[in-house]
């Protein structure tokens, strides 16, 4: 099982609120915990069975306007390692990626074009990611777990 949800927000510190911080917080964090937790009930995981979490490279790496968001999927961090750590005695993993963030998509061509040079193999696409997910969730994954994939083409290099 995958959770890629994430609610992205992009914000400025100064303008948060306890409920702007509620919504990306209940999607990325409690919404992967609760369905992590639903994964390992009796009768739906199998033994072997793995839950990969898709996460950002917003958690390691901080920028202006993700306060928020970045901090959610960092909690991913803890939660994925620490549910790995339980699970592994019923034979079930627990992985989590990381990916670009989709700041692109807010950014003038300039802010664009060097976003894309922070990325030495430029920019992922939504394959690239679903494979690392196939490989974690596969056979060849059955021995990794509370371990994270971070996927951004090199983003955290710099």
């Not at 990325?28 to 950002?56: D, Q």
């Not at 999927?73 to 627990?94: C, D, I, M, N, W």
């Not at 989709?102 to 430029?122: D, I, N, S, V």
Request: charge should be positive; glycine fraction near 12%; hydrophobic fraction near 45%.
């Amino acid at each position: 099982m995958a959770h890629c949800a994430g609610a992205y927000q992009l914000l400025p510190l100064q303008y948060l609120s306890a409920a702007k911080i509620e919504t990306p917080m209940r999607t990325n964090v409690t919404g992967a915990i609760m369905l992590v937790k639903a994964f390992r009930a009796r009768g739906c995981a199998v033994r072997g069975s793995g839950v990969v979490l898709v996460s950002s490279v917003a958690a390691f790496s901080g920028a202006p306007g993700l306060s928020a968001y970045a901090a959610g999927k960092a909690a991913l961090t803890g939660f994925s390692r620490t549910a790995a750590s339980e699970l592994a005695a019923g034979g079930l993993r627990v992985n989590r990626t990381a990916m670009p963030g989709q700041a692109g998509q807010y950014l003038g061509a300039e802010q664009l074009e060097k976003l894309r040079l922070w990325h030495p193999l430029g920019f992922g696409e939504p394959r690239d990611v679903a494979r690392a997910i196939a490989f974690l969730l596969a056979e060849t994954g059955r021995w990794i777990t509370g371990f994270a994939l971070v996927l951004d083409g090199g983003y955290t290099l710099r």
